[in-house]
C-alpha cells in the first residue's frame, strides 16, 4: 500500500516562509517526478505549484517562480517544497503527488497553509 504523507503546513504571515515534506512509503519502484499543487477553495481549480524529476529538473508555476523551491531526497522518497516570501494568496491546501514509471499516479491527502496578510 503506497501512502504519501505530507506534513509542515501551517499559518504564516505575509512574507514569510513554511517547508512542506511529503514522505512516500509503501512498496513504490521507480518514481519519476514528484510535485506539489494546491487547492485554494470554492471556485478554484486544483493548480500545478511545482514538480521535479529523478535528476532534479524543476517545473514552476509562474506565480512562484523565484519564492518556491522544490527538491527530494531519492533515498528517502521524500520530496520538499520551501516557500518563502509568502502571500495571502498562497493560502490553499497544498497536495503531494508522485508519478511512477510503469504504474499509478498517487497523491497525498492534503496539507494546509494559511497566510496571514
Known amino acids: 500500500q503506497v501512502q504519501l504523507v505530507e506534513s509542515g503546513g501551517g499559518l504564516a504571515q505575509a512574507g514569510g516562509s513554511l517547508r512542506l515534506s511529503c514522505a512516500a512509503s509503501?512498496?513504490?519502484?521507480?518514481?519519476?517526478?514528484m510535485g506539489w499543487y494546491r487547492h485554494q477553495g470554492p471556485g478554484f481549480q486544483r493548480e500545478l505549484v511545482a514538480?521535479?524529476?529523478?535528476?532534479?529538473?524543476?517545473i514552476y508555476a509562474d506565480s512562484v517562480k523565484g519564492r518556491f523551491t522544490i527538491s527530494r531526497d531519492n533515498a528517502r522518497n521524500t520530496a520538499y517544497l520551501q516557500m518563502d516570501r509568502l502571500k495571502p494568496e498562497d493560502t490553499a491546501t497544498y497536495y503531494c503527488?508522485?508519478?511512477?514509471?510503469?504504474?499509478?499516479?498517487?497523491w497525498g491527502r492534503g496539507t494546509q497553509v494559511t497566510v496571514s496578510s
Open positions: 503527488k508522485i508519478w511512477v514509471d510503469y504504474g499509478p499516479d498517487y
Open positions: 509503501g512498496i513504490i519502484f521507480n518514481i519519476n517526478r
Open positions: 514538480t521535479i524529476s529523478g535528476g532534479g529538473e524543476t
